[in-house]
C-alpha cells in the first residue's frame, strides 16, 4: 500500500498555486493593512469611520473600475455568425462559387455556382440558429442574483450592489453576509468565517480585530483580513475596503483561470479530420483536372468538373451535423439537470474515462450529522447527549456547523427536556483555548459546567472520567486509555469533541478560570456522511468505462472513511506532499494506479490531472470551489454545480443543477449519443468521398466524356447533404454509448479504407453496366424520338445521348447507394433487422432516394441534363443496392471482430 501521511495545510492552496502559475501576487496594501493600526489604515485609504460620500465613492469607482471579478461573456450574434461563417470547409466552398461564377459560360455553370452558394446558407445558417437559441438559453441559466453590501456613505448605511464597492469604503458584516472585498477588520464581535470556497476546510475560522504581524504569514491565516468570495458563518463586523475586483485575492486567482479556454479533444478531432479532407481534395482535384483535360483536351470543361469534384468532396454539412448534434444534446442534457456551457465540451463528457471529483458534496451529503455520542469507554451514552445539547442550545456565541447537528439530532432522536434547565453564564469559544463552556441551573437547583471542545484542549483540564455513574481519576496511564478512545474515532474518519463537567458552588459570575477540575463525560463525533445514491452511482460509472479518482483538500482519515463506504479503492493514497515532491514523470505514473488524493492544493490537482491526460487519457473535473477552479479549466471537460463559487462555474464547461454522480452519469451517456451520431456521418461522408476518389479517377481514364456533368454532381452532393441533416435525430444503440467514445483518426481512417472502396466496386459494376449492357460505348447510339432533337446536334462526345444516359445511371446509381448506407454505418448490428433508425432518418433518407429517382422523369431532368432510364435499369440497379449492403454489412462485421471497430 502506498501511504503518505504528511499533510499539506489549506494555507499551502495559496502557496502553491502561485508557484505552479506565477500569475498570483497578493496585494501589499492587503498585508500592509493587516499589520498597521485602524488609524493609519484608514488614513492610507483616506476614509474615515463614517465611510466615504457619494462624490468619493464615485470618483474611486473611475479610478478603480467596478468591483467584478469575472462573468460569463454571451456571444453576440455577430460573433456567433462570424463562428459560422469562419470556417475551412465554409471558405473553400466559397471559394470554389467564386470560381464557377467567374469562369462560368453556361447557364449550367451558373446553377452550379448557385448550388454551392445554397450549400453555403444551409450550413451557416443551421449552425448560427442552433447555437443562437443555445447560447440565449445558456445565458438565463447562467444569470446570477444580484447580490449588495451595506456600506456608510455620507455617514448612513445604505445597500448598494457589489459592484459598486470601491476602497476606503466601510463595510457592515452580519451572518449570512458574503464578504464583498478585500477587507481589513475594525471591529467584530464573534465573527466566524466560512472560507471552504478558498481552502476547502469544512470549518469555520475566527476573525479578530487586533493587528497582526504579516511577516511569514500565510494570506489566508491573517486572522484580521476577509478575502472577497468566503462568507460570514456567525457574528458580525465593521471593515474597511483594502482592494476591489482583479486586484483582490480572488480576483488574481479568476484572471489566472479565465483566460480564453483551449481547444477542447474534440475541437481538435473535428479539425484534424477536416483537413484530413482537404489534403485528400489537395492530391485529388488537380489529378482529376489533368487527366481529364490531357485526355479530353478541354480545360474549361475539365477544370469545371475538378470544381465540382472538390465540392463533392467537402464534408461541407460537418459543422451543420455537429451544431447540430451537439445543440439536441445541450437540451436533452438540460432535462436531466445537466447544462452545458460550452457545445464542444459534450463529446468530450462522453470520451471522458477518468473522473476527478472532490468529496464534499459529491460523494458525501454536504451536511454534517452527529453520529455518536459515547461515554469514555466508546460505548453509547444518552447522558453525554444530554450535556452536548444543553451546551448548545444554551450558547449564544457561534453555533458552528456541529452545534447545529447537535440540537438537530434531539429535535429527531432524543426527549431532553431543555425548559427543566436555565442558562447561568457563558464562557464563549475562542481559538486559544478550543473549547466553550456553559453554566446551568439544574432542576435540582444546582449550577452545572458544561465544558465542549477539541479533545486536546479538555483532556488537560479533566482530573476525573466518568465512566457508568462511577467517578475515577484521571492518571497518566488512564489518560492514554482516553486517548486511544478518541484516536479510535478519529481514525474512522470522524471529527470529535470532548464533553466534560463539574457541577459549581452557585455564583453569578463564572470565568476561564473555572474551567478546571473537569469531569471527563464522553464523546460526540461528527461526520459528514456519504450519500445514499453515491456507491451506486460510482459502479454505474465504472460499468460504462470511468475510473473515479478523489482529489480532496480534506484530511486522510475522514477521506478514507468516504472512500471505504462508497466502494472506492484505498489500495493507493497520496498525499499532496508527496505530490509536491514528485516530478512529471514520477507523477503520471502515480496518477495512474491512485485513486484518492488529499491535502491538495489547487495546483496539485491541476497537476494530476496534466499527468493523467499525458498517459492519453480524457479527464474530467468535478468541483465547486475557488480552490477547485484551476483544476476545472485544465481538465478536458471542467464540471461544476448551480451552488459552487462563480469563479468555480466560469471555469467550468457543465454545470449540474443537482450535485450528484447520477446526474452526471445521464450527462455522460448523451454526450457519448450525440459523439455517436456525428460519427457516423464522418464514417459516411469519408468513406464515401474515400470511395469517390477511385471512381472518378477511373472514370477519368476510361471514358471519353466526363463520367457525371458538374452541375449533377453538385445536384448529387446538395440532395446527400439534404438526406443527412435527420441524422442528429437518430437513435443509439445501447452498446455504442457503453463505454468511453474519444477521437481517433487512425480508427476513422482504417473504416474508411474498408468501407470506402466498397462503393467503388459498385460504381464500377454500374459503369461496366451502362457501358456494355445499355450500349453507352456507342456514341452514335440514338435517342428515343421523344429526345431526338436534343442530341441532333452533339459535337462532342459530352452532348451525345449515350453520354447523358451514362451520367444519368451513375447519378442514380451514386445517390441511392450513399443514401442508403447510413442505415449500415448507423449501427453494429443488422440494420432494419435488429437496429432501425430514427422515423426522421428514414423520412429523409428515402425521400432523397425517391427523389434521385425521380429527377430524371421530371421536367428538370433536361435542365441537369439528365435522360430517362430505360425499365431495366431499375432491376439492375436492385440488385446493385442488395450486393452493396450485403457486402457493405460483412465488411462491417469484420472490422468489428477482427480489429474492434465500434
Not at 472518378?696 to 452541375?711: C, D, N, Q, R, T
Not at 441524422?727 to 474519444?742: M, S
Request: include cysteine; glycine fraction near 6%.
Amino acid at each position: 500500500m502506498t501511504l503518505i501521511r504528511i499533510p499539506i495545510h489549506p494555507r499551502e492552496v495559496f502557496s502553491r498555486f502561485k508557484r505552479a502559475t506565477g500569475r498570483i501576487e497578493v496585494s501589499q496594501d492587503v498585508i500592509a493593512s493587516a499589520s498597521n493600526p485602524v488609524d493609519q489604515t484608514l488614513s492610507t485609504l483616506r476614509s474615515s469611520m463614517a465611510g466615504l460620500t457619494q462624490e468619493e465613492a464615485e470618483e474611486r469607482t473611475k479610478e478603480y473600475g467596478p468591483n467584478i471579478v469575472s462573468h460569463d461573456q454571451k456571444y453576440v450574434k455577430l460573433k456567433l455568425f462570424l463562428k459560422a461563417l469562419v470556417n475551412p470547409l465554409v471558405i473553400l466552398l466559397a471559394v470554389l462559387a467564386g470560381f464557377s461564377f467567374a469562369t462560368a459560360t453556361t447557364t449550367s455553370d451558373m446553377i452550379g455556382g448557385t448550388l454551392m452558394l445554397l450549400m453555403i446558407v444551409l450550413g451557416v445558417s443551421l449552425r448560427f440558429i442552433q447555437e443562437s437559441r443555445a447560447d440565449s438559453a445558456a445565458a438565463k441559466l447562467r444569470a446570477m442574483i444580484r447580490v449588495t453590501a451595506t456600506v456608510l456613505r455620507d455617514g448612513k448605511p445604505i445597500e448598494i450592489p457589489l459592484e459598486d464597492l470601491v476602497p476606503g469604503d466601510i463595510v457592515q458584516l452580519a451572518a449570512g453576509d458574503m464578504i464583498p472585498a478585500d477587507l481589513r477588520i475594525i471591529s467584530c464581535k464573534d465573527l466566524f468565517l466560512d472560507q471552504a470556497s478558498l481552502t476547502g476546510e469544512s470549518f469555520p475560522v475566527e476573525k479578530f480585530d487586533v493587528t497582526q504581524p504579516a511577516s511569514g504569514v500565510q494570506p489566508l491565516e491573517l486572522s484580521n483580513i476577509c478575502y472577497l468570495g468566503t462568507s460570514v458563518e456567525s457574528g458580525s463586523a465593521v471593515a474597511i475596503v483594502i482592494q476591489t475586483g482583479l486586484n483582490t485575492y480572488l480576483g488574481g486567482m479568476a484572471s489566472a483561470v479565465t483566460s480564453a479556454p483551449l481547444p477542447t479533444a474534440f475541437d481538435k478531432g473535428v479539425s484534424r479530420f477536416t483537413w484530413l479532407m482537404i489534403r485528400y481534395m489537395a492530391v485529388m482535384v488537380p489529378l482529376v483536372f489533368l487527366i481529364n483535360g490531357i485526355s479530353k483536351h478541354n480545360w474549361t470543361e475539365a477544370f469545371m468538373f475538378a470544381l465540382a469534384v472538390a465540392v463533392g468532396l467537402t464534408p461541407e454539412m460537418l459543422p451543420m451535423i455537429v451544431s447540430v448534434c451537439l445543440s439536441k444534446g445541450a437540451m436533452l442534457m438540460s432535462k436531466k439537470q445537466v447544462i452545458v456551457k460550452r457545445l464542444n465540451s459534450i463529446q468530450n463528457l462522453g470520451a471522458m474515462d477518468v473522473l476527478c471529483t472532490d468529496k464534499t458534496g459529491t460523494l458525501t451529503m454536504d451536511r454534517v450529522v452527529l453520529e455518536y455520542h459515547c461515554d469514555v469507554a466508546g460505548d453509547d451514552d444518552d447522558s453525554v447527549l444530554e450535556l452536548a445539547v444543553l451546551n448548545s442550545h444554551f450558547q449564544t456565541g457561534l453555533r458552528n456547523v456541529l452545534d447545529t447537528a447537535i440540537i438537530r439530532y434531539h429535535e429527531q432522536h432524543a426527549d431532553i427536556s431543555i425548559p427543566d434547565y436555565t442558562k447561568v453564564d457563558e464562557l464563549p469559544f475562542d481559538f486559544q483555548r478550543k473549547m466553550m463552556s456553559v453554566v446551568v441551573a439544574t432542576p435540582e437547583g444546582h449550577h452545572r459546567l458544561i465544558c465542549k471542545g477539541s479533545p486536546e484542549s479538555v483532556f488537560p483540564a479533566c482530573t476525573q472520567y466518568d465512566l457508568g455513574g462511577q467517578l475515577f481519576p484521571v492518571e497518566p496511564v488512564i489518560l492514554q486509555d482516553l486517548k486511544e478512545e478518541y484516536d479510535k474515532l478519529s481514525a474512522d474518519g470522524f471529527r470529535v469533541l470532548a464533553i466534560a463537567y463539574r457541577n459549581c458552588d452557585p455564583k453569578s459570575v463564572y470565568s476561564k478560570a473555572d474551567e478546571r477540575d473537569l469531569i471527563l463525560k464522553g464523546y460526540v463525533a461528527f461526520l459528514d456522511p456519504p450519500k445514499e445514491s453515491a456507491a451506486e452511482a460510482i459502479v454505474a460509472l465504472q460499468n460504462h468505462g470511468i475510473t473515479v479518482k478523489i482529489l480532496t483538500g480534506d484530511n486522510e482519515l475522514v477521506s478514507r472513511k468516504i472512500c471505504k463506504e462508497v466502494g472506492i479503492s484505498l489500495e493507493h493514497v497520496l498525499n499532496g506532499a508527496n505530490v509536491e515532491a514528485m516530478n512529471d514523470t514520477e507523477l503520471e505514473n502515480a496518477a495512474e494506479e491512485t485513486t484518492l488524493f488529499v491535502r491538495l492544493s489547487p495546483a496539485h490537482k491541476q497537476r494530476i490531472i496534466q499527468a493523467l491526460q499525458s498517459r492519453q487519457h480524457v479527464v474530467g473535473f468535478m468541483g465547486d470551489g475557488i480552490n477547485d477552479s484551476p483544476a476545472l479549466r485544465a481538465a478536458d471537460v471542467g464540471i461544476s454545480v448551480d451552488t459552487a463559487v462563480d469563479i468555480a462555474k466560469e471555469a467550468a464547461d457543465a454545470i449540474l443543477l443537482e450535485k450528484s454522480l447520477m446526474v452526471l452519469e445521464e450527462g455522460v451517456l448523451e454526450g457519448r449519443r450525440v459523439f455517436a451520431n456525428i460519427l457516423k456521418y464522418i464514417r459516411m461522408g469519408a468513406s464515401s468521398n474515400f470511395g469517390n476518389m477511385f471512381s472518378v479517377l477511373g472514370a477519368s481514364l476510361w471514358l471519353p466524356f466526363l463520367p457525371m456533368a458538374p452541375i449533377q454532381i453538385l445536384t448529387n452532393n446538395l440532395l446527400y447533404d439534404f438526406s443527412q441533416v435527420s441524422i442528429p435525430t437518430d437513435a443509439v444503440d445501447p452498446e455504442q454509448v457503453a463505454r468511453p467514445r474519444p477521437w481517433s483518426i487512425k480508427e476513422i481512417s482504417r473504416f474508411v479504407l474498408f468501407i470506402g472502396p466498397c462503393s467503388s466496386v459498385f460504381d464500377y459494376t454500374t459503369y461496366a453496366l451502362m457501358w456494355f449492357v445499355f450500349k453507352c460505348a456507342n456514341l452514335a447510339l440514338k435517342a428515343p424520338p421523344e429526345l431526338a432533337s436534343r442530341f441532333a446536334h452533339a459535337a462532342v462526345p459530352d452532348a451525345t445521348y449515350a453520354a447523358a444516359l451514362f451520367q444519368t445511371g451513375w447519378f442514380v446509381e451514386s445517390l441511392l447507394t450513399q443514401t442508403l448506407i447510413i442505415h449500415i454505418i448507423r449501427t453494429n448490428k443488422i440494420p432494419f433487422l435488429q437496429s432501425r433508425a430514427s422515423w426522421p432518418l428514414i423520412f429523409t433518407s428515402v425521400g432523397i432516394m425517391a427523389v434521385g429517382a425521380w429527377l430524371p422523369f421530371s421536367p428538370l431532368g433536361a435542365l441537369l441534363g439528365f435522360v430517362p432510364l430505360p425499365s431495366e435499369f431499375w432491376g439492375w440497379i436492385g440488385a446493385t443496392l442488395l450486393a452493396y449492403v450485403t457486402l457493405t454489412q460483412l465488411v462491417k462485421v469484420l472490422l468489428i471482430r477482427k480489429l474492434v471497430i465500434l
